[in-house]
């Protein structure tokens, strides 16, 4: 079973970078069995991807935030991250990190296990 | 990318009743297709991978069907706590997506 669990500031002022953690348990699976992905919510705009990071760093993100987000893990340390810069009030949301299997290599395409979600409000 | 509407917005039926809900996808996503459950404070639960197949410890009254764009989460008798929010999700190319959701409330 796998735990995940959120942190950062929850205020962030506008045109700031938002930073969160990850922080992973997965028992006496490896963590390189998994993929580690971030994901918002908001009454605005529902579920929405932001991106993912598996293995030695490849990451992929959603094209309508990649100019403004980086994904980076430390596994030594079972966690993985998010940065998000130049936000603004539409990047209030709920920010969740989840982790889903890899099968032979190949990213599963659904998101298994997820953390409690952790607040983010931005404004100045 | 693909876009997913969920229907109805809202159902409402009463426990004991059976809930279809409804997810077509603007384009085919092969079997690429989740279904979740979301309570309200709570982060979203995986119900159905791979469009069929239960998640661990998700109950045989859940079950999912369809392919290609066409999809069906159905709830065979509800049971109080099956009164949530669903959501499907989908992953084509590299790129995910959710629909807006389906409110399943009391009748």
């Known amino acids: 079973q796998v735990q995940l669990q959120e942190s950062g500031p929850g205020l962030v002022k506008t045109s700031q970078t938002l930073s969160l953690t990850c922080t992973v348990s997965t028992g006496s699976t490896s963590s390189d069995d998994y993929y580690w992905s971030w994901i918002r919510q908001s009454p605005g705009k529902g579920l929405e991807w932001i991106g993912y990071?598996?293995?030695?760093?490849?990451?992929f993100y959603n094209p309508s935030l990649k100019s403004r987000v980086t994904i980076s893990e430390d596994m030594s340390k079972n966690q993985f991250s998010l940065k998000m810069t130049s936000v603004t009030a539409a990047d209030t949301a709920v920010y969740y990190c989840a982790a889903s299997p890899m099968v032979r290599g190949t990213v599963t395409p659904h998101f298994a296990y997820w953390g409690q979600g952790a607040q983010v409000t931005v404004s100045s | 990318e693909t876009v997913l509407t969920q229907s109805p917005a809202t159902l409402s039926l009463s426990p004991g009743e059976k809930a279809t809900l409804s997810c077509r996808a603007s384009?085919?996503?092969?079997?690429?297709l989740a279904w979740y459950q979301q309570k309200p404070g709570q982060a979203p639960r995986l119900l159905i991978y791979?469009?069929?197949n239960r998640a661990t410890g998700i109950p045989h009254r859940f079950s999912g069907s369809g392919s290609g764009t066409d999809f069906t989460l159905t709830i065979s008798s509800l049971e109080p706590e099956d009164f949530a929010l669903y959501y499907c999700?989908?992953?084509?190319?590299?790129?995910?997506?959710f629909g807006q959701g389906t409110k399943l409330e009391i009748k």
């Open positions: 990071i598996y293995y030695i760093g490849s990451t």
């Open positions: 999700q989908q992953r084509s190319d590299w790129m995910f997506s």
């Open positions: 791979g469009a069929s």
């Open positions: 384009q085919s996503v092969t079997t690429n």
